[in-house]
């Protein structure tokens, strides 16, 4: 069975930095892609960022590019997201996700397991 557990999270200043972990677990995650999504509340779930677990290619959404940045260490099984220069509209909770069968990475519904999440606060 897949898990995925999300840690990194908390309370941030506009203009700091945090980075995000995700343990992954239960299967091995060859020609998977991995992405990282969010939620602020009110609003619907949003992609963020996606790498593939194998050649390590990645996709960002325009609103945190140059900004965030994906990445994972197969050995250690662990998905990673470093978020530089956080604005307060970065607030909201980041799930990390396995996409089995990658199609459209972008999309919410392409991904089939899905972390608890972690809160990301960033004050202004």
């Known amino acids: 069975q897949v898990q995925l557990v999300e840690s990194g999270g908390g309370l941030v200043q506009a203009g700091g930095s945090l980075r995000l972990s995700c343990a992954a677990s239960g299967r091995t995650f060859s020609r998977h892609v991995l992405g990282w999504f969010r939620q602020a509340p009110g609003k619907e779930r949003e992609f963020v960022a996606a790498i593939a677990w194998t050649g390590g290619s990645t996709y960002y959404a325009d609103y945190v590019k140059g900004r965030f940045t994906i990445s994972r260490d197969n050995a250690k099984n662990t998905l990673y997201l470093q978020m530089n220069s956080l604005k307060p509209e970065d607030t909201a909770v980041y799930y990390c996700?396995?996409?089995?069968?990658?199609?459209?990475?972008?999309?919410?519904?392409?991904?089939?397991?899905w972390g608890q999440g972690t809160q990301v606060t960033v004050s202004s």
């Open positions: 996700a396995d996409d089995t069968r990658p199609g459209v990475v972008t999309r919410s519904l392409e991904y089939d397991y």
